[in-house]
């Protein structure tokens, strides 16, 4: 069983940064496809970036795509989601999503495990 729990998010201005992190337990994050997705108030949940658990490589959405960096760091067993240049419409709850072995893809129901979410608001 994966356990996956989110921190870092927040309240900040639009324009500046945070930081998520996504700590899993129950199974090493070097065999994990991660995944970040978020829900806004009235919105359905979208897909943000993913990280493939055998080569490393990353994929965005375009709305995110320039502002928004993910990573992994297999010895902590955690996945990070460094995100910039803030803007309002990232407001929303943001969930770490896990596949065993899976593909890089932004959808969500070939994700295994989540989180419980963590709030992020930007401020205009």
């Known amino acids: 069983q994966v356990q996956l729990v989110e921190s870092g998010g927040g309240l900040v201005q639009a324009g500046g940064s945070l930081r998520l992190s996504c700590v899993a337990s129950?199974?090493?994050?070097?065999?994990?496809?991660m995944g970040w997705f978020r829900q806004a108030p009235g919105k359905e949940r979208e897909f943000v970036s993913g990280?493939?658990?055998?080569?490393?490589?990353?994929y965005y959405a375009d709305s995110v795509k320039g502002r928004f960096t993910i990573s992994r760091d297999n010895a902590k067993n955690t996945v990070y989601l460094q995100m910039t240049s803030l803007k309002p419409e990232d407001t929303a709850v943001y969930y770490c999503?896990?596949?065993?072995?899976?593909?890089?893809?932004?959808?969500?129901?070939?994700?295994?495990?989540w989180g419980q979410g963590t709030q992020v608001t930007v401020s205009s």
């Open positions: 129950g199974f090493p994050v070097s065999s994990l496809t």
């Open positions: 999503a896990a596949a065993r072995w899976g593909s890089l893809n932004s959808i969500s129901s070939r994700y295994e495990y």
């Open positions: 990280i493939s658990w055998n080569d490393g490589r990353t």
